[in-house]
């Protein structure tokens, strides 16, 4: 590596392999809503919306937040990401939350999977018993939900229960009793598979429309906004309010103001102040009100977060951390109500009898843990392990001809490749950036042999013959479906499958025909979905089908850094053509000089990229070298201008975002009446006016969540003091591999970048399709 002297600085060597320890905070817990790298609906991923920088909340009123009582948010503190804590206060990295702890008007919430389960029949003799337990758990789902519908008024305070939910409550205790809880908030992920089920649900078939929100009244938002006046809420949120909550919501909020927390832009101090407000003394920290709505809500952060379920131990410390004087008791009325799903994953093997009667074996406890999880997430991840099981269980004949194709590919892993998609129906590949080109080789083989084909990835781009996930899941790309709904094709190869969430998954692998091959195929080691799930991992982990591992190597000194740190090494690398150069900076305020001179000056000289080609990476949003100020600094020197239209000119580099997870790069062309006029990969589409501040920002500089998928010519990542606690292994990974022939890191952390990619790892995701995938492949074993 070298300096670069066009940016007038000193020749420094490339950071060595680190040798410090993991410093206290790193392994503190810290608040889900702190998240280091998401993208959500406007880029920037799971963060606190609008209305927290300005303090346009209910606290604003009331002011919760320094109260200190129970509803005050729990002081924990620590580096964001990937599981951590469902408590503390809101720090500002790339959801929105940056260095400098501003909020962002983001939100990342996705919608929830809508599939329902069939209604089972009761087990029989034929049936496993691992399929009887699914099918009597479920069976159990559905009466609750009757007697949900059937009852007239809430359960009373202190209201013993009995039955099943009674049972359902004891399990949760038994697991305080036997399991050590996790040290870490959701920091744990499934260690055992849970029950198989008796038979898959029925495809959807059709991919899931996105439902537009209903347009509430004007007398519904009246209500609501009375409501909101009357509890000293800002009265902006009354349109918000009724489109959630529905033609009922004022009644709603009068009977349980903790409803407010169905608003993304609403934190628990704040409900808790709104609901004094009108309910005054009654309004106490265990109204069994607030309790039911809080289990939801830190269940829905989590999802944010990435988790699909929490353990029932570590969702009880968090309502304590909210101030529930009964915990427990809160959970065993949120699993009655019917509003969270419970699991039970064994853990280790089973357990037989000591004794030499059969019935002691019977009588002896299996392990588990106790997973609470939401209905959406739950269906869709059940679905989604039922899918991809029918896909592993075709059956395939390899000719000759697939033999042929092996023969002539272009490099030995495509050679493997090609063998193991001709006799099986699901695969997985993973390799890095070079490894991309052998799904591809595999997709020209199958053609050649008269396959219907589709080659889907995460962002647009790559070849006139490749789709996007989201494109083939609406519609509007790819082969169209047939007349049971499901894709026309007989090959689904899907690039970037680490950046699937469960939703996703679950949407396209049940669309997936009978008789088709899937091959899922990506990088394991960049940052994951920024939806629920690690679908990719996950199916790694399971190994219930067979895995390919790429020995193509990334070529070039980019190459050896890049693989170097996704093993934990950050090494000095030969760059005798400045492929990696190292500009040492001091503060953030010298950070950003040094990122607009390489992009504007220097890396346009030295290696004739044009500025349009280079793209700048950073941790966060805020700060004072995050996407805001690095993008205000770009747009002066590359693009000046009024910012005539919403704050874009003509010319502006920006990212659009039209749902979660999603930040495609665009170029701003025009704005009218209907909206602003983006140009992206030479088609044009409009951004409705109302859309626009939520889903374009300037894309000069974008977030490593934003950037994944896509590659460019050149790359700055900038690395300001103020953003060491959001490195992490993956993060480094992903920021460093978006350059094809050079890399420019600004760099300002000192040694918290060798101690990420040394030390901290990216968090595990709290899911269960490995354990569900396991139990049916178990169960597909057994004989009857």
């Known amino acids: 590596m070298s300096t670069d002297p066009q940016a007038d600085t000193a020749a420094a060597e490339n950071p060595a392999t680190p040798e410090a320890e993991p410093s206290a905070a790193a392994e503190a817990e810290a608040d889900p809503a702190a998240d280091t790298d998401r993208t959500g609906p406007d ?9 927290a ?201 009068t009977e349980n103001p903790w409803r407010l927390l169905s608003l993304p832009a609403v934190r628990p101090t704040q409900a808790d102040g709104f609901a004094r407000a009108l309910l005054g003394a009654e309004a106490g920290p265990g109204d069994e009100r607030r309790t039911t709505v809080l289990v939801g809500w830190l269940l829905a ?65 299996q392990p588990v843990r106790v997973l609470v999880g939401l209905e959406g997430a739950a269906m869709a991840e059940e679905s989604l392990a039922d899918g991809l099981a029918r896909l592993a269980a075709g059956t395939f004949d390899a ?14 892993s495509a050679s493997e490749l090609i063998r193991a998609v001709a006799g099986h129906g699901l695969i997985t590949h993973t390799g890095g950036e070079a490894a991309r080109a052998e799904p591809v080789a595999l997709a020209a083989a199958a053609r050649e042999l008269g396959l219907r084909v589709c080659l889907a990835a995460h962002a647009p781009g790559g070849g006139p013959d490749r789709v996007t996930v989201a494109g083939l899941l609406s519609g509007a790309e790819g082969p169209g479906r047939d007349t049971d709904g499901q894709f026309a094709l007989d090959l689904l190869v899907v690039l970037d499958a680490p950046q699937l969430d469960v939703e996703t998954a679950a949407a396209l692998v049940e669309s997936v025909p009978d008789g088709a091959r899937l091959v899922l195929s990506g990088d394991p080691g960049v940052l994951g979905s920024a939806g629920a799930g690690r679908v990719f991992a996950d199916v790694l982990a399971a190994r219930t089908c067979p895995q390919l591992v790429s020995r193509t190597p990334d070529p070039g000194p980019l190459g050896e850094l890049v693989s170097g740190v996704g093993i934990g090494e950050l090494n000095q690398v030969d760059a005798p053509g ?72 003509p010319g502006d580099r920006v990212v659009h975002v039209p749902s979660a997870g999603r930040a495609l790069p665009a170029r701003v062309v025009s704005a009218d009446a209907e909206g602003l006029h983006l140009e992206r990969a030479g088609a044009r589409i409009v951004v409705a006016k109302e859309l626009v501040e939520s889903q374009v920002r300037h894309g000069w500089a974008v977030t490593a969540h934003q950037a994944v998928g896509t590659r460019w010519p050149a790359v700055v990542v900038v690395l300001p003091g103020d953003a060491a606690q959001a490195l992490s292994r993956d993060w480094v990974y992903t920021a460093f591999g978006r350059g094809e022939r050079h890399l420019s890191v600004v760099h300002g952390v000192d040694q918290a970048l060798p101690h990420a990619v040394a030390e901290v790892p990216a968090k595990p995701r709290t899911t269960r399709l490995t354990g569900l995938l396991t139990a049916l492949a178990t169960a597909g074993a057994q004989p009857g």
Do not use: C, M
């Open 43 to 51: 880029g920037s991923g799971t963060a606190e919306p609008a209305g």
């Open 399 to 412: 000719s000759e001809d697939w033999e042929r194709a092996a023969g002539s590919a272009p490099s030995p």
């Open 53 to 253: 920088e300005d303090g346009a909340g209910p606290a604003a009123v009331h002011g919760e937040a320094g109260e200190g009582g129970p509803g005050a948010e729990p002081p924990v503190s620590g580096r964001g990401g990937e599981g951590e804590s469902p408590a503390g206060p809101e720090t500002e990295t790339e959801t929105g939350s940056g260095a400098d702890g501003g909020a962002d008007a983001d939100a990342g919430a996705g919608p929830e999977g809508t599939a329902e389960p069939a209604a089972e029949a009761p087990a029989t003799p034929a049936l496993s018993e691992a399929q009887a337990e699914l099918a009597a758990q479920r069976i159990e789902r559905e009466r609750i939900a009757r007697r949900k519908a059937e009852r007239e008024a809430p359960v009373a305070a202190g209201a013993k229960l009995s039955g099943k939910a009674a049972d359902l409550l004891a399990a949760v205790r038994a697991v305080e009793g036997g399991a050590k809880p996790s040290s870490v908030y959701f920091d744990d992920a499934p260690a055992a598979p849970r029950k198989a089920p008796v038979a898959p649900p029925a495809p959807r078939p059709a991919a899931p429309a996105a439902v537009a929100a209903s347009v509430p009244s004007a007398d519904t938002v009246e209500g609501v906004r009375a409501v909101l006046a009357r509890g000293g809420a800002p009265e902006a949120l009354a349109g918000p309010a009724a489109a959630a909550l529905g033609e009922d919501a004022a009644g709603q909020l």
């Open 578 to 649: 400045k492929e990696v150069v190292i500009v040492p900076v001091k503060d953030a305020g010298e950070a950003v000089h040094r990122a607009v001179q390489l992009v504007a000056e220097s890396v346009p000289r030295a290696f004739g990229i044009p500025a349009d080609s280079v793209q700048v990476i950073t941790p966060g949003h805020g700060g004072s070298a995050g996407t805001r100020a690095l993008n205000a600094a770009l747009k002066e020197r590359l693009n000046p201008g009024p910012g005539r239209f919403g704050g874009f000119d």
């Open 301 to 365: 952060q989590a999802g944010l977060k990435g988790h699909t379920a929490l353990e029932a131990p570590v969702l009880e410390k968090a309502l304590a951390q909210y101030g529930v004087p009964d915990p427990a008791e809160a959970l065993e009325l949120a699993i009655a109500e019917g509003s969270v799903l419970v699991f039970h994953e064994p853990l280790g093997p089973p357990v037989a009898g000591t004794a030499e009667n059969a019935a002691d074996a019977e009588d002896a406890e």
